[in-house]
């Protein structure tokens, strides 16, 4: 079983900076895939950023120059660096985690953009 924890979200004005932290605790293999996904009220779960261990990226063509994931294997850590908030980005964060065949998620944490 594998347990995933998200911290630091909150409200944020425009043009402000969050990190995300999403701490992951469990039986994890060393081949896996990490990610922080979105769901903002009204709509569908969408992908912010995913990594694999081999360390390549991929990102919303909406956050893409604007936020940044990273990870840490040593801590079973995983971040999202968000820089140029929008207030379309205000949103629920989820923590993904890919691994053993098996996909986990995070309870959520929320961010709010102002204008």
């Known amino acids: 079983q594998v347990q995933l924890v998200e911290s630091g979200g909150g409200l944020v004005q425009a043009g402000g900076s969050l990190r995300l932290s999403c701490a992951a605790s469990?039986?994890?293999?060393?081949?896996?895939?990490r990610g922080w996904y979105r769901q903002a009220p009204g709509k569908q779960r969408e992908l912010v950023a995913i990594l694999a261990t081999g360390g390549s990226t991929n990102y919303a063509d909406s956050v893409k120059g604007r936020f940044t994931i990273s990870r840490d294997n040593a801590k079973n850590m995983v971040y999202l660096q968000m820089n140029s908030l929008k207030p379309e980005d205000t949103a629920v964060y989820y923590c993904?985690?890919?691994?053993?065949?098996?996909?986990?998620w995070g309870q959520g944490t929320q961010v709010t953009v102002t204008s």
């Open positions: 469990g039986s994890i293999f060393s081949i896996n895939a």
């Open positions: 993904n985690l890919f691994t053993g065949g098996r996909t986990y």
